[in-house]
């Protein structure tokens, strides 16, 4: 089984900073895919980014160029640095992990909330 523990949701003003971060625990032996996605009330969840093996990384059309996704391999790590925040991106976050295997398995964090406002 695989646990992701998500931290760094909360309050941010417009224009200010967050960094997420989600860390797997657990028995596995490996992630094809980590990423972030979110959800507002009433809403589908969706992707915000994703980095997979191989050092590829995709974005949500809306937070190009002010979110970044990395993750450390060695450490089990996703991060999501989030810049130039908008009242927009307020939602709830999860992180997702896809768990290599057969067949590959997918685990899905908690949640854990941003919230952007004045």
């Known amino acids: 089984q695989v646990r992701l523990a998500e931290s760094g949701g909360g309050l941010a003003q417009p224009g200010g900073s967050l960094r997420l971060s989600c860390e797997a625990s657990g028995s596995f032996n490996g992630f094809s895919s980590m990423g972030w996605y979110r959800q507002g009330s009433g809403t589908q969840r969706e992707l915000v980014a994703v980095?997979?093996?191989?050092?590829?990384?995709l974005y949500a059309d809306s937070v190009k160029g002010r979110f970044t996704i990395s993750r450390d391999d060695a450490k089990n790590t996703v991060d999501l640095q989030m810049n130039g925040l908008k009242v927009e991106d307020t939602d709830v976050y999860y992180c997702?992990?896809?768990?290599?295997?057969?067949?590959?398995?997918?685990?899905w964090g908690q949640g854990t909330q941003v919230t952007v406002s004045s």
């Open positions: 997702r992990v896809v768990h290599i295997g057969e067949p590959p398995t997918l685990f």
């Open positions: 980095a997979v093996e191989g050092g590829h990384t």
